[in-house]
């Protein structure tokens, strides 16, 4: 079982940037793909964003892409999203995911292991 806690999320206004992070338990977080997800009130979970065992190759949803950066510590059992150019329909809750898989996986039913999530929210 491995333990996942996001925080680093706040209200902001449009433009603005926040990094989230998400510190794991244990001593193999490097052997995990990590991605993050959102889900915003009455939508379906969205992927954002993943990044593979080395943080050597990030992978980004169309929608983030050139405005949100993966990256990882695994020194300190941590995965960041930095956000920046931030718009209201970034506003979501942030979930950070674990997968045992080695590839890149972009599906929530991939991913083994689920942080509580922390809200951003977007103001215009």
């Known amino acids: 079982q491995v333990q996942l806690v996001e925080s680093g999320g706040g209200l902001v206004q449009a433009g603005d940037s926040l990094r989230l992070s998400c510190v794991a338990s244990g001593r193999t977080f490097s052997t995990y793909v990590m991605g993050w997800f959102r889900q915003a009130p009455g939508k379906e979970r969205e992927f954002v964003a993943a990044i593979s065992r080395s943080g050597s190759s990030p992978y980004y949803a169309d929608s983030v892409k050139g405005r949100f950066k993966i990256s990882r510590d695994n020194a300190k059992n941590t995965v960041y999203l930095q956000m920046n150019s931030l718009k209201p329909e970034d506003t979501a809750v942030y979930y950070c995911?674990?997968?045992?898989?080695?590839?890149?996986?972009?599906?929530?039913?991939?991913?083994?292991?689920w942080g509580q999530g922390t809200q951003v929210t977007v103001s215009s």
């Open positions: 995911a674990a997968t045992t898989t080695y590839y890149l996986a972009i599906r929530e039913g991939e991913y083994d292991y």
